[in-house]
């Protein structure tokens, strides 16, 4: 049995962070290794010490981050690099696809340009090479007439279009190692399955090695060749993807494969009141032109209604691109559109901005992208308490951190991190945050957008059990957008399908899942449960 020079050796890897409360161990003295054109999966809980592997490797830990131990990609040690040595590895020889796109790319150049960088800075490629290879990753990672999206800002995407976006750049230079931390997260399963199908062929055809981060088990089943299940910055266990998801050896690896939704939410009657009732919702981006002007219109939602009564769930699903987001801020009026907005009985859709401040208290929003969402400068006991600040002004000091720090442990939370900062927190943690502080005003509505995207199977059970929760004592409404269809099923009593911004099919949630009418529907649903199939099946592993 022939043994291979590991690409990537990594030796009592250790990472701390120093943090007004102490120091955080985040990784504890892990080992692990990659082989040339090895697919391996590192899995475990939100804050188990995943992507500061990530980082490590690529020199960009957080400026109170530190990092000893040994990291060798192809014999060299990275860790005693310089910043100008990593310069030239990072990009070309290893890249990286961030958890979340909107914090990686910039917001004031066009992600065209984004994609082009790469290529004229380790590539060697003239502009107009450069926009050709761009245009050709573009479609490559399945975006939407990509001369008209080459020319867009990040913020004129959805979440999972700027996710590919991440995707594109991070492949431009074809690398000899392809780290992904959660490279998936924000896509529908479809396009989920198309993105894995292009990383899969990338393998197979420049022997490329791939880093795959995720806390979802279904893509590692499907997609790796071995795996390593980490909790609280250790290796609890590794080996053969089959061998890990046939015969797992330790108690917490049988936890993370057994935990899936569970429940079904009984229907809401008619004879609840509405709460929120939008009609012919209408979102356009871009100028209708004119003389000499192509017209850049285009219209993310159009004539869309709801009705959304008390103690209800709508489940809004659909592929990336399809609307869903931008409607759900569209009836809470954070984004610019037309329609018929009205909030327990009073129209909203013409209010001035500031009559709709007192309103904020009681609908709510928890984002998509929490690290964009959550102030860099601000602590996590501040960034809870702002609302509480704003909305409930007779509130004592003590009385705001009281709520604060009970509504932090509702979300798993321990309150020993309150004076930590977002950035020293995992992706799955931060989104935490973002529920926790949208849920301390006690709301009556909430838009929750991808809620629990972020979150490992076992920390979204509890999260979901406490959306439950606090919808039967408080009567809370929920618009819970989400690409996940298991989740869906189990917390949602109705369901809107959307496609190209306009909503092609809704009704009770047992309905749309047992007897779906559209055939969009049905190859949603399809391929939401059965994404080996989608990829053919699971690759070949490599034998070391």
């Known amino acids: 049995?022939?043994?291979?020079?590991?690409?990537?050796?990594?030796?009592?890897?250790?990472?701390?962070?120093?943090?007004p409360d102490g120091t955080v161990h985040a990784v504890k003295g892990i080992s692990m290794d990659i082989a040339p054109g090895e697919i391996v999966a590192i899995v475990g809980e939100s804050g188990s010490g995943k992507s500061q592997i990530a980082m490590s490797t690529l020199g960009i830990l957080a400026s109170n981050g530190r990092a000893s131990g040994q990291i060798r990609f192809k014999g060299q040690d990275l860790l005693g690099l310089s910043k100008k040595e990593l310069n030239t590895i990072r990009g070309s020889k290893i890249s990286i696809i961030f958890q979340e796109p909107m914090t990686s790319l910039d917001p004031l150049y066009r992600v065209g340009e984004q994609i082009m960088e790469p290529l004229r800075s380790h590539g060697g490629y003239s502009k107009s090479e450069a926009r050709e290879k761009?245009?050709?990753?573009?479609?490559?990672?399945?975006?939407?007439?990509?001369?008209?999206?080459?020319?867009?800002?990040?913020?004129?995407?959805?979440?999972?279009?700027?996710?590919?976006?991440?995707?594109?750049?991070?492949?431009?230079?074809?690398?000899?190692?392809?780290?992904?931390?959660?490279?998936?997260?924000?896509?529908?399963?479809?396009?989920?399955?198309?993105?894995?199908?292009?990383?899969?062929?990338?393998?197979k055809e420049l022997g490329m090695s791939i880093v795959f981060i995720t806390h979802d088990l279904g893509i590692v089943e499907a997609f790796a060749d071995r795996v390593y299940v980490m909790q609280k910055g250790i290796v609890k266990e590794f080996g053969d993807t089959q061998q890990i998801f046939t015969s797992p050896k330790t108690d917490y690896t049988k936890t993370l494969l057994a935990a899936e939704p569970e429940?079904?939410?009984?229907?809401?009657?008619?004879?609840?009141?509405?709460?929120?009732?939008?009609?012919?919702?209408?979102?356009?981006?871009?100028?209708a032109g004119g003389f000499l002007q192509k017209d850049t219109r285009f219209h993310a939602v159009k004539d869309t209604s709801l009705t959304l009564r008390e103690g209800q769930t709508i489940g809004l699903v659909g592929e990336s691109g399809s609307g869903k987001s931008t409607l759900g801020r569209a009836v809470l009026r954070l984004t610019k559109g037309t329609g018929n907005i009205v909030y327990l009985g009073r129209n909203i859709d013409g209010l001035p901005l500031a009559a709709l401040k007192p309103l904020r208290e009681e609908m709510q929003m928890v984002f998509q992208d929490p690290y964009g969402s959550l102030s860099p400068r601000m602590t996590v006991l501040s960034i809870v308490e702002e609302g509480l600040l704003t909305h409930c002004p007779e509130m004592s000091r003590s009385e705001r951190e009281a709520l604060a720090l009970d509504t932090l442990a509702k979300v798993g939370l321990d309150q020993s991190v309150r004076n930590r900062f977002p950035h020293e927190f995992s992706g799955g943690q931060r989104q935490r945050i973002a529920i926790a502080r949208a849920m301390v005003l006690q709301p009556?509505?909430?838009?929750?957008?991808?809620?629990t995207s972020a979150l490992d199977r076992t920390v979204q059970k509890e999260v979901l059990d406490l959306l439950r929760s606090l919808q039967k004592e408080f009567g809370l409404s929920y618009i819970f957008i989400s690409h996940d269809l298991a989740v869906i099923k189990v917390m949602a009593d109705?369901?809107?399908?959307?496609?190209?911004?306009?909503?092609?099919?809704?009704?009770?949630?047992?309905?749309?899942?047992?007897?779906?009418q559209k055939d969009y529907t049905k190859s949603l649903i399809a391929s939401s449960f059965n994404l080996k199939e989608l990829l053919g099946g699971r690759k070949q592993h490599l034998t070391l």
């Open 1 to 19: 049995m022939k043994t291979q020079t590991p690409v990537l050796a990594i030796d009592n890897l250790t990472v701390d962070f120093d943090t």
């Open 134 to 203: 761009a245009l050709a990753l573009m479609a490559q990672v399945q975006i939407p007439d990509p001369e008209r999206r080459f020319k867009s800002y990040p913020s004129e995407m959805s979440g999972g279009q700027r996710q590919r976006i991440m995707i594109a750049m991070a492949l431009t230079n074809s690398p000899d190692l392809l780290i992904a931390d959660e490279p998936t997260t924000a896509l529908d399963v479809t396009t989920q399955a198309e993105i894995l199908k292009l990383l899969a062929s990338l393998n």
């Open 263 to 287: 429940g079904a939410k009984a229907p809401v009657q008619d004879s609840q009141s509405i709460v929120l009732k939008a009609e012919k919702m209408n979102v356009t981006y871009g100028n």
């Open 444 to 451: 009556k509505v909430v838009v929750l957008d991808e809620p």
């Open 494 to 516: 109705y369901v809107m399908v959307m496609r190209h911004g306009e909503i092609i099919e809704e009704g009770a949630t047992q309905n749309i899942f047992e007897r779906p």
